[in-house]
């Protein structure tokens, strides 16, 4: 896709082909510029949101259509996840005004901040700070960025949201599905710490090893999660000091757990930590579980999604992937529009669309605007 070329070199890693955006790191920000370049080539009133949100306005005054999606991605991750929503977001822009289209009501285009919490931790942030669900005072962005919280002056503009993504499973048969649903999900820091001691000299009964308890936890984490059908993952690890010939003093892992409801999501989390500390105690070890991110089970705006399904003759699906558009359902309508995965893969390198359901997704974005707003 030829917009999406555009920005296929910036923030990706030479060796893993993957991107490395972090809200407010360069790469991000040269996306932003690259934004707010193509907003203005299309004459579109630029906004900040104070809360590193921009916003792009075609019109101006409320009950608008807003639709867009992210520019960050997590650590190696694939080109479209959240790009593709903000280039087909300008390129239905450009297909509505070829159309003669000219809508009664405002169409923005919003590009939210740090959505996968890659840098700070917090999923979602930028929609979280707009809506209030997060406060300012409730997060730590480090000194980089110093964020006004709730903008009930935009919100009270938002007529609806519609966010473009790709899908990130293989349920999608066809070029375009309407999401319907999205499973609770969230993020616990985990803590194990231990003694720090020799490799060669400590008597394997002497050892407070927290890497045992760490690897104890992560099979149990599986364990757990496929006996509830939901999904648990153990992807990022620290661990102090980090030396081949030294038993760690501590190991610090980060759990992400899914499932279709969330008393299912509890009980996993639960189980696990009762798990852990028991295994803790055997290891002379300890460890604590910290909630750093916790999204409730969302379903979308019924009337919305019907229309869009309709209108569109698509697909009706769920997913266990995350969105702003999650956030923003709890305040004005939401409908979301999946562009088909073949493969399924995503948060990777390897995550792929083809440039004809691309395309397919601008026409039906296009028709969802033009539908919304005239
Ligand atoms: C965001 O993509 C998430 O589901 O973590
Ligand atoms: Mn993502
Ligand atoms: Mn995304």
Not at 125 to 135: I, N, P, Q, Y
Not at 163 to 187: D, K, M, N, T
Request: net charge negative; charged share 25%; proline share 6%.
């Amino acid at each position: 896709m030829k917009l999406l070329d555009e920005i296929a070199d910036i923030g990706r890693d030479p060796v893993s082909g993957g991107y490395v955006r972090y809200a407010w790191t360069e790469p991000e920000l040269a996306l932003r510029d690259w934004f707010r370049d193509q907003a203005t080539q299309r004459g579109l009133a630029l906004e900040d949101d104070g809360n590193g949100n921009i916003f792009a306005w075609w019109g101006s005054g409320p009950d608008a259509v807003l639709t867009g999606s992210h520019l960050d991605s997590v650590p190696h991750g694939g080109a479209y996840d959240g790009p593709l929503g903000v280039v087909s977001a300008l390129l239905a822009i450009d297909e509505l005004r070829q159309r003669g289209v000219k809508p009664a009501k405002p169409i923005g285009i919003a590009v939210f901040a740090e959505e996968e919490g890659s840098r700070f931790g917090l999923a979602c942030l930028g929609s979280r700070l707009l809506t209030g669900a997060v406060a300012p005072d409730q997060v730590d962005l480090q000194g980089v960025f110093e964020p006004v919280g709730r903008r009930q002056d935009i919100l009270d503009r938002i007529g609806c949201f519609v966010e473009l993504h790709i899908e990130q499973g293989r349920a999608l048969q066809r070029p375009v599905g309407v999401a319907s649903a999205i499973w609770p999900h969230g993020r616990w820091r985990l803590d194990f710490a231990g003694e720090p001691n020799h490799a060669g000299t400590t008597q394997m009964g002497d050892r407070r090893d927290p890497m045992l308890t760490f690897a104890f936890t992560v099979l149990a984490a599986n364990k757990e999660a496929r006996l509830r059908h939901a999904h648990a993952t153990i992807g990022r690890v620290q661990v102090a000091p980090n030396a081949t010939n030294a038993i760690p003093s501590s190991v610090r892992a980060w759990l992400d757990a899914r499932a279709p409801s969330p008393e299912i999501v509890d009980e996993l989390v639960e189980a696990l930590r009762a798990k852990a500390s028991e295994r803790a105690s055997r290891d002379g070890t300890t460890v604590t579980m910290t909630a750093e991110s916790i999204t409730p089970a969302i379903e979308f705006h019924i009337g919305l999604r019907d229309r869009l399904a309709r209108l569109l003759d698509a697909p009706i699906l769920p997913t266990g992937a995350g969105h702003d558009a999650g956030v923003l359902s709890a305040y004005v309508p939401t409908a979301m529009l999946f562009v088909r995965n073949p493969t399924g893969v995503s948060h990777s390198p390897l995550e792929y669309a083809a440039d004809e359901d691309c395309e397919a997704g601008v026409t039906a974005l296009a028709d969802v605007l033009q539908d919304l707003t005239c």
